[in-house]
């Protein structure tokens, strides 16, 4: 199941934040900023896919991400979500914009 979807230009700032659980602001914002640093500090050539941070879950919880032009598309799913799946659905996404 996604748990959030997030969606930051090369800077950090959110373009798009939703979140399919219930956190406070002051979370949600600092849930935005450690995924843009773990997102930000891997090198293209690696896989997409990283365990989900502290503070949204941890390791019941997978980042799946891709780096298009200027944005960030960062999906935040349960272990149950196939990878492969979720990328073709940031693909699905980035092609109907």
């Not at 800077?11 to 773990?38: D, S």
């Not at 941070?53 to 272990?79: E, N, Q």
Request: charged share 20%.
């Amino acid at each position: 199941m996604i748990q959030a979807i997030l969606v930051f230009n090369n800077h950090g700032k959110p373009r798009l934040v939703r979140f399919y659980q219930r956190f406070p602001e002051e979370i949600q914002q600092q849930i935005v900023r450690e995924t843009f640093h773990l997102v930000l500090k891997r090198d293209d050539n690696i896989c997409n896919f990283l365990e989900g941070g502290s503070l949204i879950g941890g390791a019941d919880y997978k980042l799946i991400y891709r780096h298009y032009a200027t944005l960030y598309f960062v999906f935040c799913v349960d272990s149950s979500e196939s990878e492969l799946g979720i990328l073709d659905l940031i693909q699905v996404c980035v092609v109907i914009k």
